[in-house]
């Protein structure tokens, strides 16, 4: 009997990190910009940053470079991070770096911030639930992680340690460098530091239940 996977393997699922077959990549592309129309909602809520976008934000802010551009130039350091741990990358892992940081920095561009708390509020639970469902629909593509997430897998595998201590001391350092150097904390980032995880279970559950979608590698032999 095969092992069941966290992450399902539906139709549209890849055969190698490689494979660029149209309906995989037309996910992939589909659900990155989710995620970083979601990601930016939550910068525009005013109510505090995820904790990477945090770190974006400062560095933007002392560099004075647009935060997509930050994003991007900060996902080009994590991947520097994933050589002495021998990580593999795939196309998932190129687009996540390109696709995440234009949607990002489009969001945050051309929608106004709301002032009345009640549009914040709902840019930041909206923000949160696409980023959630856009980091599943992703994940399920099977064509590499995103830096961040690559890195936290390879630290957790180099150090055998526990993915929860892996990815709570990762959002905390990286929380707190952004805020040193600018970046905006507040309720969304607790939010999302404590309940990312959870939505994002919640989306790959749903998706594992559609037809044709299997909890386990299928025999590509």
């Known amino acids: 009997m095969k092992k069941a996977r966290v992450i399902p393997y539906p139709c549209w699922a890849a055969t190698s990190l490689w494979s660029a077959n149209f309906s995989t990549l ?20 005013g109510l ?53 940081a234009f949607f990002l920095g489009i969001t945050t561009k051309i929608l106004p911030q709301p002032t009345a708390l009640s549009g914040q509020i709902a840019f930041g639970i909206v923000g949160i639930l696409l980023y959630g469902l856009g980091t599943a629909f992703y994940l399920t593509c099977h064509l590499g992680a995103g830096p961040r997430d690559g890195l936290m897998v390879g630290l957790c595998q180099h150090f055998h340690l526990k993915v929860g201590v892996v990815r709570t001391t990762l959002e905390v350092s990286v929380c707190l460098l952004g805020f040193i150097l600018g970046g905006t904390v507040g309720i969304s980032t607790l939010i999302f530091a404590s309940g990312i995880g959870w939505i994002v279970q919640g989306y790959l559950n749903l998706i594992s239940r559609l037809p044709h979608s299997l909890n386990e590698r299928p025999d590509l032999n």
Do not use: H
């Open 26 to 45: 037309s996910v992939l592309i589909l659900s990155l910009a989710v995620l970083g129309i979601g990601d930016g909602l939550i910068v525009l809520s």
């Open 48 to 100: 505090g940053s995820t904790p990477w976008t945090v770190l974006s934000q400062g560095v933007a802010r002392q560099t004075e470079i647009s935060i997509g551009w930050s994003s991007f130039f900060i996902s080009g350091v994590v991947m520097l991070l994933w050589l002495p741990l021998k990580l593999r990358f795939g196309l998932g892992t190129i687009l996540n770096i390109i696709v995440i």
